[in-house]
């Protein structure tokens, strides 16, 4: 009852005009960064930063979680339209949701991805109503020992499970922590890993680092592809049949379920959801050979737990302060810019400030709903713009960015510095999710660590002392074991997979 | 690809060697407790020893066959890919150096116009308004509307 109060109050802040708008904006935003090919939601949310410095700590959050979700449900549009996923979740909907339009089905199609997505994401934000407070009350009976666990426990699931070469990704995992140590020591105050460089001591940025790993990063990718632009797909209606809905209901459910499910998970990452609702799917069907051939349930399971996961995904970062993804990272990231530090105390000290994002979210979905169904013509317009373009957009928003934040032309430097090494990296297959995640943990995980050892005398024993941090410490050695020595038919999850 | 791993591996156990080094200069443990220097120095030896057991396993990897497709075994761009690249980031490292003494409206409509030409577009016209609208258009959306300030550069423009 209380949330219930709360979310009533939440409502009546985001239902204002200028919330409102900023929702919308946002949604827009998102829409159009995910279906631009390329541009994933992480690249987006982070080269969109900059559009919130002058926003209010409320309405910046509102605005870049709806580009989170925008851009998840963007990435449909072209999945669909030219079968190129517009970001990596949407690659299960390209299976049956081309075949369709390939039958002069899009409009069915795209119909019902967005039905589900509003039914998935409205679904897992009233149960992400239910289980958020619950789960920062638990989290505020928590010390400094359980957060450390807690911290390794999400960075370990990430890494388990976001990378395909374990030992490269504990090591980016490793990186991503010595860079957050450069800068002024967290407890003592003493300068580290400085070198008298003054731009140095507050660390080192993590928005200029986002842009540099993800926006400049991804342009070099593209451009050494001589990526032009896409084609333009035929589109009729938007809306899909009686019959088709009635097809979609079940999937729209077990979507859901799957999609929250999984997004409570760190580390799943937005992909796994998607795949495993399809194959549901295909299992409990009477006609599973339909599926691969334009089958409506395919594309409404798949873009069902797609949204599902991206709500859900909001709890542990809300209640915990852990992000499960790169995306959340950044999302991490933009509520420590605003001076918000997302967790447990944060339903204690900032409850109109949660609550009016939560209430924001459901307002997003609608407003997703809505912009999504008649405008699809236009978004599918967007492929026609040439890479050249493009390019220097994203480029200008990168520089604005980076530079915008502290004024200064060295986080330009930097940014330009990491998006040439997420380029080298990118090539090597080295994972750069856990590196984002340790850089944005690394502070917290660091200030717990020695907080714990000082009350303890410097003795790591206190860590047998407390069950739940010895719990936690103990998922990361269980999943980490378990998959240093898995059978082979359990491989990580690959794109490739599903292809 | 295995080269270029083992190299990029090698680059991330001499870092971690740095830190470790680093981080010995700071005061690993003080009468409060933990000092500076224990976290990092924990974390640079956790990161050598990964490198180390991952160089070892990169090394064990089949080598790539002879018959392999360059493609497979190149890591950096090369030809069009390659100038592409290398037009983006010489353009990005310049318009930083330029917008400190020009500003961001003069350094960004050079920018922008030079690198969608080094990207394949030729019709000037299209080129001229986009360079405008990047650079002043956008200029004038941050810092009126959006209250984000950019770099004037020595002479104010």
Known sequence: MEALGHLLQGFAAALTPGYLLYAFVGCMLGTLIGVLPGLGPAAGTAILIPLTFSLDATGAIIMLCAIYYGAMYGGTITSVLINVPGEAASVVTCIDGHQMAKQGRAGSALGIAAIGSFVGGTLATVALVAVAMPLASLALKFGPAEFFALMVAGLCLVVG?????????????VIGLLFA??????????PRFTFGVEELYDGIGFVPVVMGLFGVAELLLAAEKRQTHMVEAELKSWMPTRQECRQSVGAIGRGTVVGFVLGLIPGVGAIVPTFMAYVLEKRVSKTPERFGKGAIEGVASAETANNAYANASMVPLLALGIPSSPTIA?????FIVNGITPG???????????WTVIAS????????????????????????IPFSYMCAGVLIFCVIGAYGLKQSLFDVWVMLGFGILGYLLRKLDFPIAPAILALILGPMMERSLRTTLEISGGSFAIFLDRPVALALLAIPVIVIGFLLFKPRSLAPLRESDIE | MRQGRLVATGAMLAFCLFALWQSLLLSLTDRLGPGPGFFPFWLALIGIVLSLALLVSIWREPRPATDASIEEVRILPHGWGALRCLAIVGLLAAVTIAMEFVGFR???????????????????????????????????????????LLPTGQFGI
């Open chain 1, 330 to 334: 950044v999302l991490m990231g933009a």
């Open chain 1, 161 to 173: 499970l976001a990378g395909n070469n374990m030992m490269a990704a504990l090591l980016m995992t």
């Open chain 1, 181 to 190: 140590m450069i800068g002024v020591d967290p407890v003592r105050g003493a």
């Open chain 1, 361 to 384: 979210f459901f307002v997003g979905n609608a407003l997703l709903l809505i912009l999504n169904l008649p405008l699809v013509g236009l978004w599918a317009k967007l492929l026609k």
């Open chain 1, 344 to 354: 447990p105390f944060l339903f204690k000290e900032q409850p109109a400030l949660v």
């Open chain 2, 106 to 148: 003069l350094a960004m409509l050079v920018f922008n116009a030079a690198l969608v030409i080094a990207l394949g577009e030729r019709r000037w016209w299209i080129i001229a308004v986009f360079a405008v609208l990047g650079s002043f258009g956008v200029y004038y959306l941050f810092t009126t509307w959006l209250d984000v």
